[in-house]
């Protein structure tokens, strides 16, 4: 199987050097895998990185790096331009589109060794309409830092676990450790942009490309021997923010309103009596994006069946969402991911009473 990373890039002159010999690509890197081409989309930079690009195209193997740009400014037009070069590339060399795999990559994450043959294994072994999905790792510095913090995250996800689905199951995709085949990327419909009902562009664009190919019958397998460490950097700037999405990539409109709210907790020092609504909003994303969503959309493409546990004990909460049909999905997973979303802005205080059920932990109050 040929491998091709695509690598978004704006602005990443301190960390593109480093990420791009974590996979095994520029000065100073090991050797990477002989079948797998790393290709960097530059996306308007105004700083060095182009420069640094140069850099590492000239220290890596030759033919092993493409260097191209895309001035749409966005998230989903680079990583697209990237798999559209792929493409090019595959059929330039001849080869079928579904032994051709995609990983995608970002510009300031790094990758442990091993993660490129790890995910090249699992696409070798998997059957078609597969997507295929890293692990992320915090950074031993980053706990040691905010060790509260780390551990306050991890006791409120565990207290609505029993809540979510298995990984396999679930249809949120870490866009910068997953990989797919070309053939069925180009299946599902490719990397598009939509806009919510205020015009504002909904992010999360691998998820939205999963959702579309659970309606063909997709699955998920999750490769525990490719791991990598993603950056910060979103945490630092709000961490009240991240830690009550769970991470999750809201649009400014969302966040910038609920900063407004809560902008004197935004802080590393976190705990359950001081971010009482944040441990709320965290479970709520927990349960909405791990829980409602998966099911919701299973029953609609005929893989969760009414009668399953699982699904019976979210019955309550899934009534309060319309009807689905794959067609649905398949045409705006946008709104579907957004419609269930919206539960936590409009239905926070009845996500509240069913959680107040499963008691592993104190629960916050409705503000």
Same mark, same amino acid.
């Given at each position: 199987?040929?491998?091709?990373?695509?690598?978004?890039?704006?602005?990443?002159?301190?960390?593109? !050097?480093?990420?791009?010999?974590?996979?095994?690509?520029?000065?100073?890197?090991?050797?990477?895998?002989?079948?797998?081409?790393?290709?960097?989309?530059?996306? /308007?930079?105004?700083?060095?990185?182009?420069?640094?690009?140069?850099?590492?195209?000239?220290?890596?193997?030759?033919?092993?790096?493409?260097?191209?740009?895309?001035?749409?400014?966005?998230?989903?037009?680079?990583?697209?331009?990237?798999?559209?070069?792929?493409?090019?590339?595959?059929?330039?060399?001849?080869?079928?589109?579904?032994?051709?795999?995609?990983?995608?990559?970002?510009?300031?994450?790094?990758?442990?060794?091993?993660?490129?043959?790890?995910?090249?294994?699992? /696409?070798?072994?998997?059957?078609?309409?597969?997507?295929?999905?890293?692990?992320?790792?915090?950074?031993?510095?980053?706990?040691?830092?905010?060790?509260?913090?780390?551990?306050?995250?991890?006791?409120?996800?565990?207290?609505?676990?029993?809540?979510?689905?298995?990984?396999?199951?679930?249809?949120?995709?870490? @866009?910068?450790?997953?990989?797919?085949?070309?053939?069925?990327?180009?299946?599902?419909?490719?990397?598009?942009?939509?806009? @919510?009902?205020?015009?504002? !562009?909904?992010?999360?664009?691998?998820?939205? %490309?999963?959702?579309?190919? #659970?309606?063909?019958?997709?699955? #998920?397998?999750?490769?525990?021997?490719?791991?990598?460490?993603?950056?910060?950097?979103?945490?630092?700037?709000?961490?009240?923010?991240?830690?009550?999405?769970?991470?999750?990539?809201?649009?400014?409109?969302?966040?910038?309103?609920?900063?407004?709210?809560?902008?004197?907790?935004?802080?590393?020092?976190?705990? @359950? !009596?001081?971010?009482?609504?944040?441990?709320?909003?965290?479970?709520?994303?927990?349960?909405?994006?791990? /829980?409602?969503?998966?099911?919701?959309?299973?029953?609609?493409?005929?893989?969760?069946?009414?009668?399953?546990?699982?699904?019976?004990?979210?019955?309550?909460?899934?009534?309060? %969402?319309?009807?689905?049909?794959?067609? #649905?999905?398949? @045409?705006?997973?946008?709104?579907?991911?957004?419609?269930?979303?919206?539960?936590?802005?409009?239905?926070?205080?009845?996500?509240?009473?069913?959680?107040? /059920?499963?008691?592993?932990?104190?629960?916050?109050?409705?503000?």
């Amino acid at each position: 199987m040929r491998a091709f990373i695509v690598i978004p890039c704006l602005n990443e002159e301190g960390e593109l !050097e480093a990420t791009c010999a974590s996979l095994g690509f520029g000065l100073g890197a090991e050797m990477g895998p002989a079948d797998t081409t790393l290709i960097l989309v530059d996306n /308007g930079s105004t700083d060095r990185t182009p420069e640094i690009m140069q850099h590492i195209w000239h220290s890596s193997r030759e033919g092993a790096v493409v260097l191209t740009d895309e001035s749409e400014r966005g998230f989903v037009p680079p990583r697209r331009h990237g798999i559209e070069r792929a493409a090019e590339l595959a059929e330039f060399e001849g080869l079928s589109q579904s032994n051709v795999l995609i990983l995608q990559a970002d510009a300031d994450t790094r990758y442990r060794p091993g993660y490129v043959g790890a995910m090249l294994a699992a /696409g070798e072994a998997s059957e078609p309409l597969t997507l295929i999905e890293g692990r992320a790792a915090v950074s031993s510095e980053f706990s040691m830092l905010h060790p509260t913090y780390q551990a306050l995250a991890e006791r409120v996800d565990a207290s609505v676990q029993s809540l979510c689905v298995a990984d396999t199951e679930d249809v949120i995709v870490d @866009d910068k450790i997953c990989a797919f085949r070309l053939s069925d990327y180009l299946a599902w419909g490719g990397h598009v942009r939509e806009y @919510d009902l205020r015009g504002e !562009e909904i992010h999360a664009e691998t998820t939205r %490309l999963f959702m579309r190919g #659970k309606s063909f019958g997709a699955t #998920k397998a999750m490769v525990d021997g490719a791991v990598a460490q993603p950056s910060r950097r979103k945490v630092d700037q709000s961490p009240a923010l991240y830690f009550a999405t769970a991470g999750f990539p809201h649009g400014g409109v969302w966040s910038d309103r609920w900063l407004g709210e809560n902008i004197e907790r935004d802080t590393f020092d976190m705990t @359950d !009596e001081g971010h009482p609504h944040a441990i709320l909003v965290r479970q709520c994303h927990d349960l909405v994006l791990f /829980g409602i969503l998966p099911v919701w959309i299973g029953q609609a493409v005929g893989t969760v069946a009414l009668s399953d546990a699982l699904g019976s004990r979210l019955s309550p909460l899934l009534a309060l %969402l319309p009807s689905l049909t794959p067609e #649905k999905i398949r @045409d705006a997973p946008g709104w579907v991911l957004s419609t269930a979303l919206d539960l936590i802005d409009t239905k926070l205080s009845r996500l509240e009473l069913f959680l107040s /059920g499963y008691p592993p932990m104190p629960f916050a109050a409705e503000r």
